[in-house]
């Protein structure tokens, strides 16, 4: 079996209630895909020259192909009408409910995730069965990985309920628990003790053997050469039964376990640490440039962005000297690895003989034990769920909900039992799809929904990939807010591309009839860093958006999250980055907040020009050090006003649809 990009062409057939595939006019084998470790490699809407690729599968003598994801989603393959070895996902299209559908995920063209291909035989047997990853277009390999690991990590994050106070550092503006790498480290310390006396003085067994040998040589004879040498009077070698040290036993296969987790451990955290690290270097560039002079008669606000870039440059520098020492320990595993000793399969650990009366060996799994301590302890069932997620094919969705879920603790809502609902959820639905939490605080409510389905005012469904819902105390209805993923590399597409989205993933959703929710705003979450505009309709500011969000670029779900408490809830004395309440200042045209837990800093204002639609009204401007959904003006902490697009001298800034200046 193998996997190249193919191109299709196809002729659009009249929709029906039944589903209609497309007919195959032409098929075009462009290249093989690349093969990584056990991994077909293939990224979403890849193409060239107008020709969008898919996958085509080559498999001889094959009666059916089936495509199968880690949430059970099943694919059959269609044979080429043209070539008849080559088998790829066809598009189709129906009539439903009266309304014109199309089939939205194809097989090599925008179904990201992991997937295991089939070929089986005339009876149903299987021939042969490979492994295939989908990536963005626009992330790499290691990004993808990344994305799984971060996913990892928020998880476990989640499972972990200490009993005493969590005595971990926490780099607060990231709102990340650190691994107590000095533990681990001395942990290690005293593992090397033990490995070294095991290199030097392994466990071993005797293993029985026959040999052959001369008669002339044979130092021991027993019942089965003294046998074959009476049959074979005239065989010059007799086999001799012999006894062979053997160091290949199971505790060793336990050890290389041991050491294979604690790399993965390791790999974990020094990936994840490294990409907050870029964060932060995001933020405290941002704070770098900003030009305070308009505070210059407000000592306390400059004071405060001082010190909270200070905080940031003395996390960067701890996230620096973690990496050197998540250096050493990774060379030490790795060279513990490398020993012959433990050039064996695995076997998952467990109390033996040997580990139980042997002082060295006890040892060693004893040390093990404490190293497994300093993680969260994941459940069987935990475990199976974790794997499920990150070989989703639904993996940025899967790294967008959890990233949201930080933002919102990040604020103090509370996540208990987040895990148990969401694994009780799949347990019962083979998938996430369906699945919500509501999230507590003194301040109010807030809420997810993972896929939840809504009915819009024209009578058609709709499943946005998010909805996120949130109640002040005081309020009647929840306010509601769409968030849709994409993947799409929407500047190589073009703009009819992000516009075509922006209706059909924004605007329609706008439309959604449901009255237990007032819903305020729909936006798109892609991975195309290089765009984002928060204002698409400044006559409904806010209400359309899109914005980028990817491993090692945070910022903007942290502007998203923000934008709904500040802007839509009105709850201004919420922190944005601890959640915190304070109060203003100056409870004037301009209020001045400042959080003295974690230094953030925010100001609101009003536009003051006369440009706006309703004079009378004059709109609030909030800005931030950093991290601003109004329009920054240079490095200046001023931002425009997304009514009236001027600043504050007049000058008026324009946007095109991806948010670039005009």
């Not at 084998?29 to 991994?39: A, H, V």
């Not at 014109?100 to 995920?105: A, D, G, N, P």
């Not at 670029?553 to 980055?577: A, D, G, T, V, W």
Request: hydrophobic share 35%.
């Amino acid at each position: 079996m193998r996997f190249f990009n193919i191109h299709v062409e196809e002729e659009r057939p009249t929709p029906t209630i039944n589903k209609q595939l497309y007919k195959e006019l032409k098929i075009e084998i462009i290249n093989e895909l690349p093969k990584e470790d056990e991994y077909h490699i293939m990224k979403e809407y890849d193409r060239e020259n107008r020709k969008i690729f898919r996958i085509g599968v080559q498999a001889e003598n094959t009666a059916r192909v089936e495509v199968k994801g880690a949430w059970g989603e099943s694919v059959l393959l269609y044979q080429s009408k043209y070539m008849k070895d080559y088998w790829y996902d066809k598009s189709s299209i129906w009539i439903e409910n009266g309304f014109e559908e199309k089939k939205e995920s194809i097989f090599g063209i925008n179904s990201c995730g992991e997937w295991t291909v089939t070929t089986f035989g005339e009876q149903g047997e299987i021939l042969e069965m490979e492994k295939v990853k989908i990536i963005p277009k626009l992330l790499t390999i290691e990004q993808y990985e990344l994305m799984k690991l971060e996913v990892k990590k928020i998880f476990e994050e989640l499972t972990y309920q200490p009993e005493e106070p969590d005595k971990r550092t926490v780099v607060k503006e990231l709102n990340l628990s650190l691994y107590p790498i000095a533990e681990l480290n001395m942990l290690l310390i005293e593992w090397k003790e033990w490995i070294s006396q095991v290199e030097e003085n392994p466990a071993e067994i005797l293993l029985k053997a026959r040999v052959k040998k001369s008669r002339l040589f044979i130092k021991k004879w027993d019942s089965t050469n003294i046998l074959e040498s009476n049959l074979f009077p005239y065989r010059e070698k007799l086999s001799e039964r012999l006894y062979e040290k053997s160091s290949d036993i199971i505790e060793h296969k336990m050890i290389k376990y041991m050491l294979e987790r604690i790399k993965e451990r390791v790999e974990q955290e020094k990936k994840t640490e490294a990409s907050a690290n870029e964060n932060l270097l995001r933020i405290k560039l941002n704070l770098e440039n900003l030009n305070l002079d308009i505070e210059k008669n407000n000592e306390e606000v400059t004071e405060k962005i001082v010190k909270r870039k200070q905080q940031i440059e003395n996390d960067i520098q701890l996230l620096e000297i973690r990496k050197l020492s998540w250096n050493t320990i990774f060379s030490t595993v790795r060279n513990y690895l490398d020993l012959s000793l433990f050039n064996v399969q695995e076997e998952e650990p467990e109390w033996t003989h040997l580990f139980v009366s042997h002082p060295v060996y006890r040892s060693i799994f004893e040390v093990y034990e404490q190293i497994t301590s300093l993680s969260p302890s994941l459940t069987s069932q935990e475990r199976d769920f974790e794997k499920a997620m990150v070989s989703s094919p639904h993996l940025y969705e899967v790294w967008i909900l959890f990233q949201l879920i930080r933002q919102l603790q990040k604020v103090q809502f509370n996540s208990k039992d987040i895990v148990n609902s969401m694994i009780e959820h799949f347990k019962v639905a083979g998938t996430l799809s369906g699945w919500r939490k509501i999230f507590k605080s003194s301040n109010g409510l807030a809420g997810i929904y993972y896929e939840k389905e809504f009915q819009l005012e024209n009578g058609r469904n709709a499943k946005p990939d998010y909805t996120l819902i949130f109640k002040k105390n005081n309020w009647a209805l929840w306010e509601a807010h769409i968030l849709d993923a994409k993947y799409k590399p929407y500047l190589l597409m073009g703009e009819t591309a992000l516009r075509n989205d922006l209706e059909h993933s924004g605007r329609r959703y706008l439309t959604i009839s449901d009255d237990s929710i007032n819903l305020k705003s729909a936006a798109l979450v892609h991975i195309d860093k290089n765009i984002e505009n928060w204002n698409v309709d400044t006559n409904r500011r806010y209400s359309i958006s899109h914005f980028s969000a990817q491993p090692e670029i945070l910022e903007n779900i942290n502007i998203y999250m923000k934008r709904i408490l500040h802007f839509f809830n009105k709850q201004l004395e919420i922190c944005p980055s601890c959640g915190t309440v304070t109060k203003p200042d100056s409870p004037d045209f301009k209020e001045t907040y400042i959080c003295n837990t974690c230094n953030e800093v925010w100001v609101k204002n009003t536009c003051k020009r006369n440009f706006h639609p309703k004079p009378q009204v004059l709109p609030e401007l909030l800005k931030y050090p950093s991290g601003n959904y109004n329009m920054q003006v240079g490095t200046q902490w001023n931002v425009f006003c997304p009514v009236c697009s001027q600043d504050a001298n007049g000058n008026r800034v324009q946007q095109d649809i991806f948010g670039r200046r005009l």
